[in-house]
């Protein structure tokens, strides 16, 4: 079992920047598939990013097209935390943020989830 908690959100301006945290417990998450997901109001969870350990390359990161350049995913093994790093953030990426873990590749259909942080970004 692998339990999930998510900080750092909070209320920032447009343009400002978060750190979101997401620490691991039960178990060693370094071999693990981390992401992020988040959920608007009257929208459905969707992808934002995911860390993804590869034999021969250590960690792969793929990004959500609406966050590419802007969000960064990484992880700190030795505290069993993963962030991502959220930039020049713009009102639409205001959401409750989640993350997931899934010893293979994290989907929205991965099994260890947080229990979500709200990011509010105000114009």
């Known amino acids: 079992q692998v339990q999930l908690v998510e900080s750092g959100g909070g209320e920032v301006q447009a343009g400002g920047s978060l750190r979101l945290s997401c620490a691991a417990s039960?178990?060693?998450?370094?071999?693990?598939?981390m992401g992020w997901f988040r959920q608007a109001p009257g929208k459905e969870r969707e992808f934002v990013a995911r860390d993804t350990w590869r034999s021969g390359i250590n960690y792969y990161a793929d990004y959500a097209e609406s966050v590419k350049g802007r969000f960064t995913v990484f992880r700190d093994n030795a505290k069993n935390t993963d962030y991502l790093q959220m930039n020049s953030l713009n009102p639409e990426d205001t959401a409750v943020y989640y993350c997931a873990a899934d010893p293979s590749l994290v989907t929205a259909r991965s099994t260890y989830w947080g229990q979500g942080t709200q990011v509010t970004v105000s114009s």
């Open positions: 039960g178990r060693s998450t370094s071999r693990y598939s």
